[in-house]
């Protein structure tokens, strides 16, 4: 059994206010539900009651087998709220998405021209004081004297390691620590959709997002 619920000023906005659209909500995500059941489709059986209450409409969802017994795990129990998160908010998704998108393409650029200006601030300066010069220097010896293929994943850790030294010290920038919280936020925006919990900042060495700076690093030392 389940209870999924909204908030009075999102199932107004929504849509979702009225029994006929939950209805076509566990519909359209029926063979989601069954898998995260682990219930083959054609055993799945499933009741909603629509309970139009003043701060929070909710469905009460019970679903079963009329076949072999079911199974929800908590990976399941994830995959049914971000199927429900997902198609409810679709419209808000997208738009978080494109705005993070934008986002990216803005901080990626900002840090290539950063990364661009060190490196020919480091041809000049053998011996530099300055941290993120250090490293810069550090990473092109490294390159030079590395015969095997100069792309982040198949360098070795060493390296690896100095790329993401050279990424964190990028994220102390002003404009790129900016455009890194901003991104962060609007994650946290688009997650907060289907999930409860607040999820923290992602650094920006360790961001997915992210991973084409530590080529376009990589690019700058053996251009």
């Given at each position: 059994t389940?209870?999924?619920s909204?908030r009075r000023e999102d199932a107004?906005?929504?849509?979702?206010?009225n029994?006929?659209a939950?209805?076509k909500?566990?519909?359209?995500n029926?063979?989601?539900?069954?898998?995260?059941h682990?219930i083959?489709v054609?055993?799945?059986q499933?009741?909603?009651?629509?309970?139009?209450?003043?701060?929070?409409?909710h469905?009460?969802?019970?679903?079963?087998?009329?076949?072999?017994?079911?199974?929800?795990?908590?990976k399941?129990?994830d995959?049914?709220?971000?199927?429900?998160?997902n198609?409810?908010?679709?419209?808000e998704q997208y738009?978080?998405?494109q705005?993070q998108?934008?986002?990216?393409?803005?901080?990626?650029?900002e840090?290539?021209?950063?990364?661009e200006?060190?490196?020919?601030?480091a041809?000049?300066?053998?011996k530099?004081?300055d941290v993120?010069?250090?490293?810069?220097?550090t990473?092109?010896?490294q390159?030079d004297?590395?015969?095997g293929k100069?792309?982040?994943?198949?360098?070795?850790?060493?390296?690896k390691?100095?790329?993401n030294?050279?990424v964190?010290?990028?994220?102390k920038?002003?404009n790129?620590?900016r455009?890194n919280s901003e991104?962060n936020?609007?994650?946290?925006?688009?997650?907060?959709?289907?999930?409860?919990?607040?999820?923290?900042?992602?650094p920006?060495?360790d961001n997915?997002?992210f991973?084409?700076?530590k080529n376009?690093i990589?690019r700058?030392?053996?251009?």
């Amino acid at each position: 059994t389940h209870v999924v619920s909204l908030r009075r000023e999102d199932a107004e906005r929504l849509g979702y206010n009225n029994a006929t659209a939950w209805k076509k909500l566990v519909r359209r995500n029926i063979t989601k539900i069954a898998e995260a059941h682990k219930i083959s489709v054609t055993d799945l059986q499933w009741y909603g009651a629509f309970h139009n209450t003043g701060h929070h409409p909710h469905i009460h969802l019970m679903v079963y087998s009329k076949g072999e017994e079911g199974h929800l795990s908590n990976k399941g129990l994830d995959s049914l709220r971000s199927a429900f998160g997902n198609d409810i908010f679709r419209n808000e998704q997208y738009q978080l998405f494109q705005m993070q998108t934008a986002l990216r393409q803005e901080l990626k650029e900002e840090a290539q021209l950063r990364i661009e200006g060190l490196v020919s601030m480091a041809e000049w300066s053998p011996k530099p004081a300055d941290v993120m010069l250090q490293l810069i220097v550090t990473l092109k010896k490294q390159l030079d004297e590395h015969p095997g293929k100069k792309v982040y994943g198949y360098l070795p850790k060493r390296i690896k390691a100095t790329v993401n030294e050279i990424v964190a010290e990028l994220a102390k920038d002003p404009n790129i620590a900016r455009l890194n919280s901003e991104w962060n936020q609007i994650n946290r925006e688009k997650l907060s959709l289907y999930h409860e919990k607040e999820t923290p900042d992602i650094p920006l060495v360790d961001n997915q997002e992210f991973r084409s700076i530590k080529n376009a690093i990589i690019r700058a030392m053996i251009n």
